[in-house]
Every structure is written in C-alpha cells, then in structure tokens.
C-alpha cells in the first residue's frame, strides 16, 4: 500500500462513526426525517447529557450522508466538516468517551484531504486519544473498532514507506501490528458493533493480511448479508466487500 493510497482510503477505512445506537427498525427512516428529529430533541433536550449525545447523532448523520457519493472530495469534505462542527458542540456539553471517539473519527476521516505531514500528526494525536479512552472505558465500542481499523492501516504500510514518509513529512506509529487490529475489531464486535459492516470488512482485511483466507471469507459473507441499518455507509461497505469476495473467488478459480 503507498502513502498516497494510505491516505486516499483514511476516510473509508477509518470511519467507524458508528455509534451503535442505529435504528434497529427494518425500514429505518429517511436521513432528512432523522436530522430534523435529531435537532428537535436538541431544543428540548432537559439536560447537557443528552444533548451532548444527541449532537453526536447529528454528526453521525452528516457522516453517514457523505458516503452516498465516497469518492467524491467535493461533496464529502463539506458534510464531514459539518460533522466536525457538530461533534464539537457535543463536546460543550459532555465529554462521554464515545463522543471523544467520535471526534477521533472524523477527525482522521477529514486527514484524507490534509497535506501529508498534518495526516501523520492527526493520526499520531488520535492514536493516544483513542488510547486514553480505552484506559477510561474499556468498553467503548467506538473507540475499540476505530483502534482496530487504525492499527490495520498503520500496519499496512510497508517499512520503505514509513522510512520515506518519516524523511518527508513525520513518523508514523510504529507499535501497531495487524494482532493490535484484529483484537480492537474482535472486541468491538462483542462490545455491541456486531451489526455494523464496516466491522466485517475490516475484520475480513485484517484476517487476509494474517494469512486466514477462511475467517476473512466468512466476515465479508456476513458482511454482505447484513441489513443495511445505517444510510449510504452500510451499502458502501456492502458493495467493499462484494468486490473482495468476487475478486477472491475470481483468483482462487484460476488457480
């Protein structure tokens, strides 16, 4: 992987701003319906608490909106700034570990269209606040699934590359492994991620790179047959891991 594609994918791969509390309805409801009874309930909210978690639903919404059109930097860097904004007027009310992981979130999604050398800073600096939320809450689904997507990234770039990268523009972390990925992922699945696809396909990458093509294959099965709970990030991933298990099969046919 270069640092070109490293960066080119952070928002993809590490946008596990999934707070787990997506409706479990089977038709959930509209992103516009959901934004406007998202800010409804802010205006009457009776405490910071609550409003605190119900910005960081907005800025969740305003994620999940920038993956109906994943590629496009024009579209996607506007909404996930205003997710930032939003993720930021939690904080002033609460400093709930999730909502911390959230910002970590989408501030690692925005270092896709940073120069290279803020990147490496954002994701040195959100390394060790995911960290400290972890030693807060061990718990935290949020932050354990966004740990685990970052120590696969970080792990996927080659030593030739962290070498260059560290002349150019900073050092990467070097005490992440793809063991450090797989047991975050792990443990976010049994922490309440279990119905998120991004989970899988991360597990399923994670599971490729440690040489287990059999657990990798069954995590984008179940990745492809889950419901999509969340609008435009569950379908993108879905589609993310059709690919890899199409392309798998196509090569696996060959041989």
């Given at each position: 992987m270069t640092q070109k594609t490293f960066f080119r994918n952070l928002a993809g791969l590490l946008t596990a701003f999934l707070l787990h509390t997506a409706t479990s309805a089977a038709q959930p409801a509209p992103p516009e319906q959901t934004m406007m009874s998202l800010r409804q309930s802010i205006a009457t909210a009776p405490n910071d608490s609550l409003k605190g978690l119900l910005y960081a639903r907005v800025s969740e919404q305003f994620?999940?909106?920038?993956?109906?059109?994943?590629?496009?930097?024009?579209?996607r860097k506007p909404l996930l700034?205003?997710?930032?904004?939003?993720?930021?007027?939690?904080?002033?009310?609460?400093?709930?570990?999730s909502i911390r992981a959230v910002r970590s979130i989408v501030v690692l999604d925005l270092a896709r269209y940073a120069p290279k050398g803020?990147?490496?800073?954002?994701?040195?600096v959100q390394k060790k606040e995911l960290e400290d939320i972890l030693r807060v809450d061990t718990t935290n689904p949020e932050a354990s699934i966004t740990y685990g997507i970052l120590a696969y990234d970080v792990t996927a770039i080659s030593g030739m590359q962290r070498f260059v990268?560290?002349?150019?523009?900073?050092?990467?972390p070097d005490d992440l492994t793809y063991q450090t990925a797989l047991l975050n992922?792990?443990?976010?699945?049994?922490?309440?991620?279990?119905?998120?696809?991004i989970l899988y396909f991360k597990l399923a990458e994670t599971y490729f790179a440690l040489k287990n093509n059999r657990d990798a294959i069954a995590s984008l099965e179940t990745c492809i047959a889950l419901p999509e709970?969340?609008?435009y990030i569950d379908a993108y991933f879905?589609?993310?891991?059709?690919?890899?298990?199409?392309?798998?099969?196509?090569?696996?046919?060959?041989?």
């Open positions: 994620v999940y909106r920038s993956y109906k059109d994943a590629e496009n930097e024009a579209f700034l205003q997710a930032l904004v939003a993720v930021d007027s939690a904080l002033m009310f609460s400093k709930h570990p803020e990147a490496i800073v954002a994701v040195n990268a560290g002349l150019l523009f900073g050092k990467l992922l792990l443990q976010a699945k049994v922490q309440g991620a279990g119905d998120m696809p709970k969340r609008p879905k589609g993310l891991a059709k690919k890899l298990l199409d392309d798998y099969r196509s090569k696996a046919a060959v041989k």
